[in-house]
């Protein structure tokens, strides 16, 4: 057994306590989320036929068109693609912009600086890359104000006759700030759409699945993206994605993955759907595992001398927990400690490199059964001031304990705690 210092031990106890209240009202949301996933899938009349695979053109596959109809209920939206042919979040993303993007169209986030690898997906105009600039689609993007809210005056300045789409980020990213909560999203839905009614407002929804009562989709939003390997996955889905809003916007994404013509009527499963299912059935239960985690490390690592974001008593709208540090080596140091309390790959140590589609070096703590899945407890951060690390997920509440207990004894081993 791992053997932590004793007042870790002691911060750690006292921490559980201090959160107790806070896990309750959890609690409650996790039971209202697994009922709603219950009463989708009573609706649908799920058996076991529909977890069989499928080959080719997998025409007339039932397993996979009522696992879009269960995303399209469980999340209150018209239609949805749910596949295992999306291969990241980021992929997802592009494929819902790139559906509903054309030549001469504006895409406006106004969440600020997008996360790290959906910028090479904008591009720059010429680059040669397929890019949404490279297709002659403009960008343009608003900072948030210095609290951290829109900014609707330079918004409202900006918004014109090409903006198509309005991007929104519900999560932090890579940046200090508070992730958005589907109320803030449905006040921003009618802002927008009082500025412009017909444009189309998009939503990254990644980490944020299931963290509250009601989705994006719920408060006004017309389409939304996000990542199987992340929050409805339920650390089962190997792979995959999902687009969900309305019918005619998830054609068009639908027509952007496959072809035109052909969009989400074809698609061999290929043995991937039974884990679909079952990780969106588990979905629930193991977010909020991880959310309990959360709470716990912002508890502790405040005890700590750290400051959180968020807090561990603030409200919860997805899963990162960001910890900010001294300097990069106690930053290394609390990611390998990650990386040391995994069950696969505990022996790695890893070191910050130049990742594809990041813009810094970045360190990743990944020991997973799903590579990248990042609804298991993993970290990550770019090596860049200021020094930030980003905690998500653990499929377990104890796991996370663990994993916090060991980044914080492995600065305390290097004098930097």
Request: glycine fraction near 12%.
């Amino acid at each position: 057994m791992a053997v932590f210092a004793e007042d870790l031990l002691q911060a750690a106890e006292a921490a559980e306590l201090e959160i107790g209240q806070a896990v309750k009202t959890l609690e409650g949301i996790v039971d209202y989320n697994q009922w709603k996933v219950i009463e989708a899938f009573q609706k649908r009349q799920v058996s076991d036929f529909h977890f069989a695979g499928s080959t080719g053109y997998a025409y007339n596959d039932r397993g996979r068109e009522v696992l879009d109809l269960l995303y399209a209920d469980i999340f209150g939206a018209e239609a949805a693609l749910v596949r295992p042919h999306f291969a990241s979040g980021t992929h997802t993303i592009a494929t819902a912009l790139f559906g509903v993007l054309r030549p001469g169209d504006e895409l406006m986030y106004i969440t600020g600086r997008p996360y790290d690898t959906l910028h090479k997906v904008i591009g720059k105009p010429g680059d040669g890359t397929g890019s949404l600039a490279d297709y002659g689609i403009t960008y343009r993007e608003i900072a948030l104000t210095g609290d951290g809210h829109v900014d609707w005056d330079e918004v409202a300045l900006n918004i014109g006759e090409q903006t198509k789409v309005i991007g929104i980020q519900r999560s932090r990213g890579y940046d200090w700030r508070s992730s958005f909560t589907v109320a803030e999203i449905g006040e921003m839905v009618d802002k927008i759409k009082a500025l412009k009614p017909g444009v189309i407002v998009f939503v990254d929804n990644c980490y944020g699945e299931f963290t509250e009562k009601i989705e994006p989709t719920q408060a006004g939003v017309d389409l939304m993206a996000g990542s199987l390997i992340k929050n409805p996955g339920g650390g089962i889905a190997e792979t995959g994605g999902y687009i969900c809003g309305r019918a005619d916007l998830v054609e068009l994404a639908a027509y952007r993955l496959t072809a035109p013509g052909i969009g989400g009527e074809v698609g061999a499963m290929l043995g991937t759907t039974r884990g679909l299912y079952q990780g969106l059935f588990m979905a629930p239960h193991t977010v909020g595992q991880a959310l309990r985690g959360s709470m716990f490390a912002a508890a502790v690592f405040a005890r700590c001398g750290f400051t959180t974001k968020p807090a561990w008593n603030e409200p919860r709208t997805d899963l990162i927990q960001a910890v900010s540090f001294d300097g990069p080596e106690q930053l290394i140091a609390f990611v390998q400690g990650i990386q040391r309390a995994a069950a696969v790959d505990s022996h790695v140590v890893p070191e910050p490199w130049d990742m594809p589609g990041y813009e810094h070096p970045v360190i990743m703590a990944a020991g997973t059964f799903i590579q990248g899945g990042s609804l298991e407890l993993s970290a990550d951060a770019p090596i860049r001031a200021p020094y930030i690390g980003y905690m998500q997920g653990g499929l377990t509440y104890s796991h996370v304990k663990y994993g916090v207990l060991m980044a914080l004894q492995s600065m305390r081993d290097r004098g930097l705690l």
